[in-house]
């Protein structure tokens, strides 16, 4: 039986995303994460008949939350392939894109995926659940040095440094399976709030293990080329690190660097989008009510030039 989209994910900012947009009846859209459907059920309320969506989800539970729409097409990828499949459809150009970078509900609420800090299930943590690397394999192969950079990077964990030692340490004699064996193991090397702790420890693997920040660059690089002159890119981010690289590609439309030795500036990046809103736009206490899950979301929009 599936799910209502309130129980699979509840779809952050959902208004401000659509009026953001400013979807054309007959245009082409892009949802990156389909997730519970939420944004795509938005982008599709506002379409035409002639308008098209092309939805991505790399988790193939997603699937069970398919509405019956022809206009619809439905993508079981990762978006880092965005103009790829595009092009298989005969797409080469869009009037906006999507992207909710939050883990959903579902995901969280499934203990067997491995994503909670709550249930107990195996160190997991797969969106795509066809690949092989897990958040078992890295707890159980990485190097301490690489670990240490992985917490601290990805996670801002504090001891970052003691915790890679501790986890080769206990990884020799103590098994680290499951959630609850791993945090059981580590309990001694908690700072502040465990929940706390372990969230940004359980995000760093998370991220890791599905190159999330990877997967984001190389999706946004492709946007400039994608999008038609007006059309928009709406990005929904979770946490500092993603919401800095796409602060800093709407700001330049590119990750290159500016040629700085050079004195009459012509080597510099001519900026292909523009930020619709200097700030992010964040949560109203209204939706934080709600859905507390939301407090951590960033929404930004850029259109192209």
Known sequence: M????????????????IVGLQIRPGGVYVDCTFGGGGHSAGILGE?????????????????????????????????????????????TEVDGILADLGV????????????????????????DKRQSL?????????????????????????????????????????????????KTALGGLVKGNPNKYFAQVFQAL??????????????????????????????????SLEDRIVKNFFKKGSFEEDDTSDPFGQSRITPVLKPVTKKPIIAGEEELKGNPRSRSAKLRIAEKI
Request: glycine fraction near 8%.
């Open 134 to 182: 897990t958040a078992f394999e890295i707890v159980n192969t990485y190097s301490e040095e690489r670990l240490h950079k992985l917490f601290g990077q990805y996670g801002e964990v504090t001891n970052a440094k003691s915790l890679a030692k501790a986890i080769v340490d206990l990884r020799k004699s103590v098994g680290m399976k499951t959630s609850r064996q791993f």
């Open 104 to 127: 959903s509900s579902h995901q969280f609420d499934e203990a067997e995926r491995g994503f909670s800090i709550r249930l107990e299930g195996d160190l997991d943590m797969r969106m």
């Open 2 to 17: 599936t799910k209502p989209i309130s129980d699979y994910h509840l779809p952050v900012m959902l208004r401000e995303t």
């Open 206 to 239: 998370r991220i890791e293990v599905n190159d999330e920040l990877g997967a984001l660059t190389e999706m946004l690089q492709q946007v400039p080329d994608l999008l038609r002159t007006g059309g928009r890119v709406a990005v929904i981010t979770f946490h």
């Open 47 to 91: 379409l035409g008949g002639s308008g098209r969506l092309f939805a991505f989800d790399q988790d193939d539970d997603a699937r069970r939350n398919l509405p019956v729409d022809d206009r619809l097409v439905f993508l079981p990828h990762n978006f880092r392939h965005i103009a790829r499949f595009l092009r298989l459809h005969g797409i």
